[in-house]
């Protein structure tokens, strides 16, 4: 299994701003994945992060607004930029074991923009 | 069409009842499947993935895969108060997961 470690665990941000969340990992791995979940409702994916490349983003989300950075094989950023009151929701990162297995999950971090 | 689907419920049952959880999903060309469990406020945990149609048991745990009918299910014997979180349906294809709306579950003592 992975550990995984994902800050900040919570914010609290102002429209406009951007918010940048890492997520580190104990060992290397070939694949990162970034999710959104909104109150309620249940993860949706924005990006798949390898490293040495540009992220994959999925429909409905673009790089100017949530860009990633995957410098290494243990290691990835997410940045919500110019954050509006609809960005508020957990963030969480995962990857997964190797191959086609099960995907280990960061805490989350929870954004709140006012 | 969704390409994961689960009944949002909420599903009650009585504690030490069975709850069965179902999924259904549109790629007939995926691989793995996994049932996660969400507690209020925290990060999706693992219990279950199965890869091969049948039924795979684990504790209290069955996971039930039928492939021909793109249908994977969750049944929780002897359910108990502490199983009560959402329970999130995932599948992967070709590298990513794709994960169902999930399924709140809760058990009455």
């Known amino acids: 299994s992975a550990v995984i470690s994902q800050k900040p665990s919570r914010d609290i941000c102002q429209r406009g701003t951007s918010l940048t969340i890492q997520c580190q990992v104990d060992?290397?791995?070939?694949?990162m994945f970034w999710y959104r979940q909104q109150p309620g409702q249940s993860l949706t994916l924005i990006a798949t992060a390898n490293q040495g490349s540009e992220a994959t983003y999925e429909s409905g989300f673009v790089i100017d607004k949530f860009p990633i950075s995957r410098p290494n094989l243990t290691f990835s950023t997410l940045t919500v930029s110019n954050m509006s009151p609809e960005d508020s929701s957990i963030y969480l990162c995962?990857?997964?074991?190797?191959?086609?297995?099960?995907?280990?999950f960061g805490q989350g971090t929870r954004l709140t923009v006012v | 069409q969704k390409e994961v689907e689960q009944n949002s419920g909420p599903l009650s049952v009585p504690e030490g009842a069975i709850a069965s959880l179902n999924c259904t999903y549109s790629d007939r060309g995926s691989q793995s499947f996994f049932w996660y469990r969400q507690y209020s406020g925290k990060s999706p945990e693992l219990i279950m993935f199965?890869?091969?149609?049948g039924d795979k048991e684990d504790g209290r745990f069955t996971a039930q895969l039928n492939k021909a009918s793109q249908y994977v299910s969750l049944l929780i014997r002897d359910s108990q108060p502490s199983d009560s979180a959402t329970y999130l349906c995932a599948v992967t294809g070709f590298g990513d997961m794709r994960f169902g709306a999930g399924t709140r579950l809760t058990v009455k003592p």
């Open positions: 995962s990857v997964d074991g190797g191959g086609v297995t099960e995907a280990f």
């Open positions: 199965i890869y091969s149609n």
């Open positions: 060992s290397q791995v070939t694949m």
